[in-house]
């Protein structure tokens, strides 16, 4: 399993960004595949994740909820992460993560049982900073 962000930056107040996490090495359309970010002595956070089964469920923070929006490319196994009207508060090295062995969506629960398992995978993360 390999997953790769990609997409981060600096900005100021209000800008924005597409990340992207491209994956391999499991099957994408039965998957989860989740945004989390930790910033500078602040606890992991999971900001979005969707479903690529044919629910096609989407979970979002309150934190960022009307401001990102997550997006999956079948084809080439992409998620994409579409980060509007950005904060300083935003500002964060991001993670895109999956676990084969919880592929079904349990909204924000999901980021805990990836978190508590043994089996998940996430990338080298992509640093978004926001500038005020």
């Known amino acids: 399993v390999q997953l790769v962000e990609s997409g981060g930056g600096s900005v100021q107040l209000g800008g924005s960004l597409i990340l992207s996490c491209t994956s391999s090495?499991?099957?994408?359309?039965?998957?989860?595949i989740g945004w989390f970010r930790q910033a500078p002595g602040k606890e992991r956070e999971g900001v979005a994740c969707?479903?690529?089964?044919?629910?096609?469920?989407?979970y979002y923070a309150n934190s960022v909820k009307g401001r990102l929006t997550i997006s999956s490319d079948s084809p080439n196994n992409t998620v994409y992460l579409r980060m509007n009207n950005l904060e300083p508060e935003d500002t964060a090295v991001y993670f895109c993560?999956?676990?084969?062995?919880?592929?079904?969506?349990?909204?924000?629960?999901?980021?805990?049982?990836?978190?508590?398992?043994?089996?998940?995978?996430w990338g080298q993360g992509t640093q978004v900073s926001v500038s005020s």
């Open positions: 993560e999956t676990d084969p062995l919880y592929p079904g969506y349990q909204g924000p629960m999901w980021f805990d049982t990836v978190a508590a398992g043994v089996a998940g995978y």
């Open positions: 090495g499991f099957t994408f359309d039965d998957s989860v």
């Open positions: 969707i479903s690529n089964n044919d629910d096609g469920h989407v």
